[in-house]
């Protein structure tokens, strides 16, 4: 069938990616790996950096930093070996479908894309699945079902050591007893099929911190219908999930109270209207770093400050909150200024009684 469009790129679908996450030529390279992995039918799959560049244009130098933050994110397994030495390919869906929130745009001002979403999710779900099947359920687990008579993956051993000593500094700073932090190595791989290593380390430390007499072996316990699921730590994500949907809610207020404060004072001539903040899943994400650095308080009293030098026009951002959000060099530069301006320009009026 003859071409009738000469273009190789759907622009509006192109669009859909989020640029803050992702260069043009990464979102090339993603979907790139994913049509191949599909093509070898999630197998390991290999080419040369030429054939790459011959079917994207993506040149070695960029192939090669693309390829290492992919190798990074997790979306992507690298071996380099044969004669000639090419690259093998194995593609992490599970890691990428975690992150379509970062990935793609799922919100079109302010309003979530319930249709893209769920064809990203009937996309996305199958090959998850598969992928589990191969490298996760069957491979890890069965090794460790062996009681450990051949020798594991240098993958697994390397999480069990991360672990352990991870596990070792708590012991130490709980003063924990045996029979709190022994666990079965089953357990704790087949969590690792669901969960990120840094991942349970954090929540395993805020089990800890719920009780003295709390055990390992409960935190490990899986969810009797969701059987790959750790109940605490899905438990306690409902709670930051709500927890994060009041913050948000209580920035908006805030933010509406500073503009009526604005209107009411009579020195300046033009009124602000009171409007909605875009809180899209890029957004939250960096207020989650963000809380975790500076805590609710710091990033409120940056958040007040930046709000009044934004209405009254020291500062004319093009975007509001993107840059509020701002990192340059892993720091977040705009709320670091204006919690110092907060800490040594905003006061209140003592009452003595």
């Known amino acids: 069938m003859a071409d009738k469009i000469p273009f190789a790129l759907n622009v509006l679908k192109f669009q859909r990616y989020n640029f803050n996450y992702f260069s043009c030529e990464e979102v090339v390279f993603f979907e790139y790996i994913i049509v191949k992995s599909i093509s070898f039918k999630q197998n390991s799959f290999f080419h040369s950096s030429e054939t790459i560049f011959q079917e994207t244009g993506i040149k070695k130098h960029s192939l090669n930093s693309i390829i290492k933050r992919f190798e990074q994110l997790g979306y992507l397994t690298v071996e380099v070996k044969g004669m000639p030495r090419v690259k093998y390919f194995i593609v992490n869906f599970v ?5 379509v929130g970062v990935i793609y745009q799922l919100e079109d001002n302010g309003k979530p894309l319930y249709d893209f979403r769920k064809l990203l999710a009937d996309y996305f779900q199958p090959l998850v699945k598969t992928y589990q099947e191969k490298y996760i359920n069957k491979h890890i687990i069965k090794e460790i079902k062996k009681e450990k008579k051949e020798r594991l993956s240098d993958e697994v051993i390397s999480l069990l050591k ?38 349970l380390k954090t929540y395993l430390k805020k089990y800890f911190q719920t009780g003295r007499q709390k055990k390992l072996k409960d935190f490990l316990k899986f969810d009797s219908i969701s059987k790959e699921k750790l109940v ?9 999930q709500l927890f994060y949907e009041s913050f948000f809610s209580s920035l908006e207020e805030l933010y509406n109270n500073r503009i009526e404060l604005h209107n009411d004072d009579k020195k300046y001539k033009r009124a602000k209207s009171l409007t909605k903040l875009v809180f899209n899943q890029n957004i939250k994400q960096k207020f989650k770093e963000a809380l975790d650095r ?12 930046y709000t009044d030098a934004v209405l009254r026009e020291k500062i004319t951002p093009d975007k509001f909150l993107p840059y509020f959000l701002a990192k340059n060099f892993g720091e977040f530069g705009v709320i670091e200024t204006h919690l110092d301006y907060f800490n040594t320009q905003y006061s209140y009026e003592k009452k003595f009684y």
């Open 294 to 305: 500076y805590g609710e308080l710091g990033v409120r009293h940056a958040f007040l400050a």
């Open 162 to 199: 991360n672990f352990n000593d991870f596990l070792s500094d708590l012991k130490l700073e709980y003063q924990l007893v045996p029979i709190q932090y022994s666990y079965n190595d089953i357990d704790l791989i087949k969590a690792l099929t669901n969960y990120q290593i840094d991942d």
């Open 232 to 240: 605490f730590i899905e438990n306690e994500k409902q709670i930051e």
């Open 95 to 99: 890691k990428i479908y975690e992150d």
